[in-house]
């Protein structure tokens, strides 16, 4: 029974921890410091985008196509870096086709390949430096082969480089055609959650790189690399701050993406994610802590940021001992326990709708319609349930060692 008691006592602990940050995230005004300048204060000579493929020889030519346009409206010399990562389903027959002046193919073949997008993206750095060009003067992004981007998002982009000092520049990501539930609340996460946490870094010092939409200076680039981590966007971030790069956190630009419509994609995604995450934290924690070229206001929320993951293993075991303990109370105590669950469910959906009408606010929009709004304002609890098996699932990968790097399928 005092095991019982002390399970309870944390999971409402955690509970209440977790629900005050999102109530911080919700209710934060963005601080008034401008992070753009209003004059120009550099220029750069050449951009470059590089697009990962493996095995997407139904969108390629297309990306190809549209990005090759797009890229026209930026006032410097641009060129599409596609790297074909040995695609076995005709991916590489279709960009040997291409003919296109600003287009440069890389081929990756085993057994380098498929070793991870960090990798892939390296091999297209190695190209980019035998040209010889001012790693100052030189902007080099990365989009990925589902993204179909506008120009003004790359002019926003440009912008964001020319009328600031920062040598990363990170978009906030879209997830587009939200026809289900599930894409919904992937939504939500990118666009609403995680879009509200990067405003926050970036008024506490840094934002960091979420792969899609990943800009940097050739400088940056060069000394930081990116690795052979399963997040390969955080571990770049990690390095660059420890040598003192920082990111900009574009609040209005967001970089189309599709979202994962299989709950099996989605799992197995957020398992190389999470996994991803335990080996920063493994490797980089300690260091993230004793350095002095990261504020301590952000070294705190980064520290944190990396072991909720750890923490929720036992958060979510608790909360599962918690709810098999109201299951029973209910017969025994009905009107409590009822009143406690809908306390705890109405608490959940108001924090959740504050955090949509913040980011609404900051992104000067309305993101979804009403009915929309009311499905993931009650959802979210939901959503979060149905993904505590990865969690699990990426600290058993993690023990075996099992670090394979595996392509996410869009249906």
């Known amino acids: 029974m005092i095991i019982l008691t002390l399970f309870l006592k944390l999971s409402l602990l955690s509970t209440l921890s977790f629900s005050a940050w999102n109530l911080f995230v919700a209710t934060r005004k963005k601080e008034p410091e401008e992070h753009l300048t209003k004059q120009t204060v550099r220029d750069f000579d050449d951009f470059f985008v590089l697009v990962p493929a493996l095995n997407e020889r139904s969108t390629i030519k297309s990306t190809i196509q549209l990005l090759l346009e797009d890229l026209k409206a930026l006032p410097v010399k641009t060129t599409l870096v596609v790297i074909d990562d040995a695609s076995d389903d005709g991916t590489g027959d279709i960009l040997r086709s291409l003919n296109y002046r600003d287009l440069k193919i890389i081929s990756r073949h085993l057994p380098d390949a498929r070793k991870g997008k960090g990798l892939a993206l390296d091999s297209a750095l190695v190209w980019i430096n035998l040209l010889n060009l001012s790693p100052n003067r030189t902007i080099v992004g990365v989009i ?14 440009y912008h964001g480089f020319t009328h600031s000092h ?20 992937q939504s939500f996460e990118f666009q609403c959650a995680n879009y509200l946490a990067q405003v926050i870094r970036t008024d506490w010092g840094s934002g960091i790189a979420s792969g899609n939409g990943q800009f940097m200076t050739l ?26 790069y920082r990111g900009l956190f574009l609040s209005k630009t967001f970089m189309p993406q599709q979202g994962l419509t299989s709950y099996k994609a989605l799992v197995r995604q957020r398992t190389r994610w ?34 909720i993951p750890f923490l929720a293993l036992f958060i979510s075991a608790e909360s599962f001992l918690a709810t098999a303990t109201m299951l029973v109370l209910i017969f025994i105590h009905p009107g409590t326990t009822i009143s406690v669950v809908l306390v705890l469910v109405v608490t959940s959906a108001l924090i959740t709708a504050l955090m ?30 149905v993904l505590t098996p990865v969690l699990y699932l990426a600290f058993v990968w993690m023990l075996v060692g099992r670090n394979n790097w595996t392509k996410t399928a869009h249906d």
């Not at 990925?144 to 982009?157: E, F, G, Q, R």
């Not at 399963?230 to 770049?236: A, I, P």
């Open 144 to 157: 990925d082969a589902d993204s179909s981007p506008n120009p003004t998002v790359l002019k926003d982009i």
């Open 166 to 185: 920062y040598d990363l520049v990170q978009t906030g990501i879209q997830i587009v055609h939200q026809k289900t539930f599930l894409l919904k609340m």
């Open 219 to 244: 400088k940056m680039t060069n000394e930081v690399q990116w690795g052979t981590s399963l997040l390969e966007d955080l571990q770049f971030s990690l390095k660059g701050l420890f040598k003192g």
């Open 274 to 307: 999470s996994q991803g995450g335990f080996e920063c934290l493994f490797q980089y924690g300690r260091k993230i802590w004793k350095s002095h070229n990261i504020p301590s206001i952000l070294k705190t929320d980064l520290l944190v940021f990396m072991l």
């Open 356 to 385: 949509l009408k913040n980011a609404e606010k900051l992104q000067d929009k309305p993101i979804y319609n009403k009915k929309e709004e009311l499905a993931i304002t009650f959802g979210n609890l939901i959503y979060i349930w």
